[in-house]
T-cell receptor, first 115, second 113 residues
Framework: DTGVSQNPRHKITKRGQNVTFRCDPI?????LYWYRQTLGQGPEFLTY????????KSRLLSDRFSAERPKGSFSTLEIQRTEQGDSAMYLC?????????????FGQGTRLTVV | AQTVTQSQPEMSVQEAETVTLSCTYD???????LFWYKQPPSRQMILVIR??????QNATENRFSVNFQKAAKSFSLKISDSQLGDTAMYFC??????????FGGGTRLMVKP
């Protein structure tokens, strides 16, 4: 297993455009998370899936943001009508079921720059 | 809501020396789990060490150990025999009942030769 994979690694887009990011978790992990991280700050929780069900969404996830995880496998995060404030690193993490002590594995992130 | 606070934005240590990174947290849960994650300049986050709140014994992983003070809601990370490869951002984190991992703002650690 190669770990959590995120694509693309970098994305530059013009303000107002839509962008979509993809996350491929570790195959046996049923839990998947999206986080947003700005430079020099800690990751901020966006949303959480258990299998295909989206169980939690942060208030940070405005109506311009949508996330899916069809069939409980890969996940996509779409940002519509991007704004300069959306510029950040978007991190995906996955972990297996079980207790809260299980480790979350992170991808390398997608760095979004809105110009 | 759970919060995690790291009061040291930046720290530096000489190679082979020991450094301690501070973390305090707030939670209403009685059973929870605490983590320290490392994020090297390449940006991929990796787990350093974890602590289960119901265990009184402090966790250790090779050169990394924690000082867990449950009553004070404190969870510091000690790195012994610091190495150049320890240079990274370090994040303290806690799991809540909703399976959401909440992070602190991070401490940037620089290990100097």
């Amino acid at each position: 297993d190669t770990g959590v994979s995120q694509n693309p690694r970098h994305k530059i887009t013009k303000r107002g455009q839509n962008v979509t990011f993809r996350c491929d978790p570790i195959s046996e992990h049923n839990r998947l998370y999206w986080y947003r991280q700005t430079l020099g700050q800690g990751p901020e929780f966006l949303t959480y899936f258990q299998n295909e069900a989206q169980l939690e969404k942060s208030r940070l996830l405005s109506d311009r943001f949508s996330a899916e995880r069809p069939k409980g496998s890969f996940s996509t995060l779409e940002i519509q009508r991007t704004e300069q404030g959306d510029s950040a690193m978007y991190l995906c993490a996955s972990r297996p079921g079980g207790g809260k002590n299980t480790e979350a594995f992170f991808g390398q992130g997608t760095r979004l720059t809105v110009v | 809501a759970q919060t995690v606070t790291q009061s040291q934005p930046e720290m530096s240590v000489q190679e082979a020396e020991t450094v301690t990174l501070s973390c305090t947290y707030d939670t209403s849960e009685s059973n929870y789990y605490l983590f320290w994650y490392k994020q090297p300049p390449s940006r991929q986050m990796i787990l350093v060490i974890r602590q289960e709140a119901y265990k009184q014994q402090n966790a250790t992983e090779n050169r990394f150990s924690v000082n867990f003070q449950k009553a004070a809601k404190s969870f510091s990370l000690k790195i012994s025999d610091s190495q150049l490869g320890d240079t990274a951002m370090y994040f303290c984190a806690i799991y809540n009942a909703g399976n959401m991992l909440t992070f602190g703002g991070g401490t940037r650690l620089m290990v100097k030769p």
